[in-house]
T-cell receptor
Framework: TQLLEQSPQFLSIQEGENLTVYCNSS?????LQWYRQEPGEGPVLLVT?????EVKKLKRLTFQFGDARKDSSLHITAAQPGDTGLYLC????????????FGTGTRLTVIP | ETGVTQSPTHLIKTRGQQVTLRCSSQ?????VSWYQQALGQGPQFIFQ???????GRGNFPPRFSGLQFPNYSSELNVNALELDDSALYLC??????????????FGPGTRLTVL
């Protein structure tokens, strides 16, 4: 079982601050996805990164895939209360299997 | 709204009982995956169905079984419920198999409590 560790587990910040969430593994993934999950809902896909070293930007969110494709980070600039939620990374392994291995999650709270 | 619905929303069962959870995928999505999400954890892959056949399975015992129907609905069945089966059960539908190219759309989940 591939293990994806996320840090921090919990994060509480003031509106307007910046933050970074990390996703680390000892396994290599062919691609990695980031999701946000809000209470009472399922996870919603934010981005997919495929190439080692790839950086993708989605408005105030910046996603990076590590060069060795074992780790990833999510950086949020000027956080807003609407960013509050559970952030999950999920890796797709190199065997071609179509299932996702989800990380342990980071629960973010942005205080107005 | 992802267009994926699940029923029931909440369910309480006792140890040893059996349960059936239902999922209605987006129209045209021939792939459905089921996940178990324990409190405070990320989802764990249970199994995937493609065109009504099981296409992959995670580290779950055989008492977890599934069915997929031609009308884009599916079921997750769990026999001999254990206390540790208490979790949020999520289904996710996608247009095709390759997760890298086919976004998985998640339903809101069924919260199962086993007493």
């Amino acid at each position: 079982t591939q293990l994806l560790e996320q840090s921090p587990q919990f994060l509480s910040i003031q509106e307007g601050e910046n933050l970074t969430v990390y996703c680390n593994s000892s396994s290599v993934f062919s691609s990695l996805q980031w999701y946000r999950q809000e209470p009472g809902e399922g996870p919603v896909l934010l981005v997919t990164v495929v190439t080692g070293g790839e950086v993708k930007k989605l408005k105030r969110l910046t996603f990076q895939f590590g060069d060795a494709r074992k780790d990833s980070s999510l950086h949020i600039t000027a956080a807003q209360p609407g960013d509050t939620g559970l952030y999950l990374c999920a890796g797709l392994d190199q065997t071609g299997a179509n299932n996702l291995f989800f990380g342990t999650g980071t629960r973010l709270t942005v205080i107005p | 709204e992802t267009g994926v619905t699940q029923s029931p929303t909440h369910l309480i069962k006792t140890r040893g009982q059996q349960v059936t959870l239902r999922c209605s995928s987006q129209s045209g999505h021939n792939t459905v995956s089921w996940y178990q999400q324990a409190l405070g954890q990320g989802p764990q892959f249970i199994f995937q169905y493609y065109r009504e056949e099981e296409n992959g399975r995670g580290n779950f015992p055989p008492r977890f079984s599934g069915l997929q129907f031609p009308n884009y609905s599916s079921e997750l069945n769990v026999n001999a419920l254990e206390l540790d089966d208490s979790a949020l059960y999520l289904c996710a539908s996608s247009l095709g198999l390759a997760a890298i190219y086919n976004e998985q759309f998640f339903g809101p989940g069924t919260r199962l409590t086993v007493l």
